[in-house]
């Protein structure tokens, strides 16, 4: 069970998903509206205190104009922490949500405890890494994760809602991704991000190879796990394995 | 009414096996089913069939820009109306449009299309348009920029050509330290504007707001209705203006054989069937990407694509069909002008892979049996 709040920051009001007990986690959901509170946070919120932020231009809003790159969620975020008084929180993001969240940790990483990283994006790719503003929504969802069911998003014969929801979010997306799936300054920065992180990838990951995720990790200093039948959402296809691998990871920071 | 000759400029031999493997004659399917010596022969013949339209008496001449496919192969509108100044003597070249938001610097537009209006003694029609979502991927632009700087490029343009330079311009998309082009236009203060548009609100506003005509392509008659109304409505109800038929205008395929309207259908039906199945094709995604539009009008795009998918397809041809004898066409071309309230049909000769030959004799009998009892007052000053 959640509730949902609404937070004003300098940037924009922020709606936040709200539940659980323990210590607080951040939670930068990913793409394609998949944003909703599921069974990873409810599996979560049994150890922890779960923050769900909605990002910006996600979740059904048009790409605010104030967003440009990827480090404005950076400093968003950052006023997030300070407005809910999160004294260093775990960070889990997935996706372009891992993205965030590595970009949080350059900047502003005595803010934070440690991060899990769940399909994490942004590092440039030595072999292309699929297009997805130009494939048909159904196959999209399929790139992203096993569990989601693509055929509920054909804008011919599917729920046009649903529909546009997810190119909404992948408008929000495309501001930040259309020109380069990465930041180039990422490879240069990432040793700022000075806090304990592990990357998690799911061994059925379409969207980006494993070696990709090896690369992620080393620049990182991170340690790599990979996921058993799981796809590119990990949280969504695994929310068990998910879950438990963030408890786990907490632990080794208690430690 | 005007009488404006369109052209796409078509690629004509889109293998249909090659075709069968890409989503799309657009974007993806690969340049190299390009032939660049047939490429020669295509250019000179549909530069010839336009050159005709001036020797007839049309009063415009309509060149248009997109890239990266086998629909129409003007990736440069002004290059073509370029090559046109020469070829024509009296018609207006109207470019509809320059993809004014797709230029990293929108003042070569202004640059350009200044050179096009002095070169050709002040016979440009400028249209400005943001390019349809697939010049995005093309062009690596992001399309949730596209509004922005279709706007703003806008501004800069008509600014560049009618203040005196230099002037700084410090915008959200654009900025310079001194704008000054070089030349200004002949025409004053600046070469007609026209809009070709979609139909999208905010655009018929902007339109309407500015007096620019509007000039649809491949809209059937319902929806043009429907567009040319909301605008006639902003002119009145916002702007204090009444919109008159200069401020419309549309494409229709034309055929004319003198055998009548079977005759006709059969001879055209395997050039539109060509053009609808391997050039016209967009992918959702592609003719919209993420962004592209608000999320409402994008929705509004998924009602539009289902209602095409259950009539077979985008409407090349507003109202009645202009195929058939040239009385049928004559008295159908202005009945459809009437039923919309428009002053200009922007009239498409040649179709897909629809050979010289075949257009010429068509413009021909247009010529010689429809345009002489046609009303032509001018609409268009």
Redesign the interface.
Known sequence: MSEIFSVDLPSQPVRVQHGGEGPPLLLLHSEANTSAWSEFHERLAANFEVFAPIHPGFG?E??P?WLVDMSDLAFHYKDLLKCLELDRPLVVGTSIGAWIASDLAIHFSSLIKGMVLFGPIGLRSPEPLPDL?????PEVLEYLANSLDGSQVD??TGD??L??AV??D??????LM??RNYDPRLRGRAHHADCPIMVAVGDQDRLTPLSYAEAYAELFDASLTTIAGAGHLVPLDDPAAAAALVNSFYLTLEK | MELFAFHLMPYPNIDPEVREKYSSAWVVYPNSEYDPVLGQSLYSEYLDQLAFADQIGFDAVVVNEHHQNAYGLMPSPNIMASALISRTQNAKIAILGNGIALRDNPLRVAEEVAMLDVMSGGRVLSGFVRGIGAEYHSMGLDPTRSRSRFFEAHDLIIKAWTEPGPFEWDGDNFQFRYVNVWPRPLQQPHPPIFVPSQGSSETLKWAAQHRYPLACTFVPMERLKQFYDRYRQYASEDFGYEAGPEKFGFTSIVYVHPDGEEAAAAEIEPHIKYFKERAFTLPLPTFFPPGYTAPESYKTRIEIARELANTGGPTLTAGEPLIGTPEQVGERLERNLAACGAGTLMAQFQVGDMPHGKVMRSMELFANEVMPYLSRDKVIS
């Open positions: 059904g048009e790409t104009d503003f130009i494939k048909q929504l804008p011919m046009a809602e529909a546009t190119w909404t992948l408008a929000t997306q495309a501001r259309w020109k």
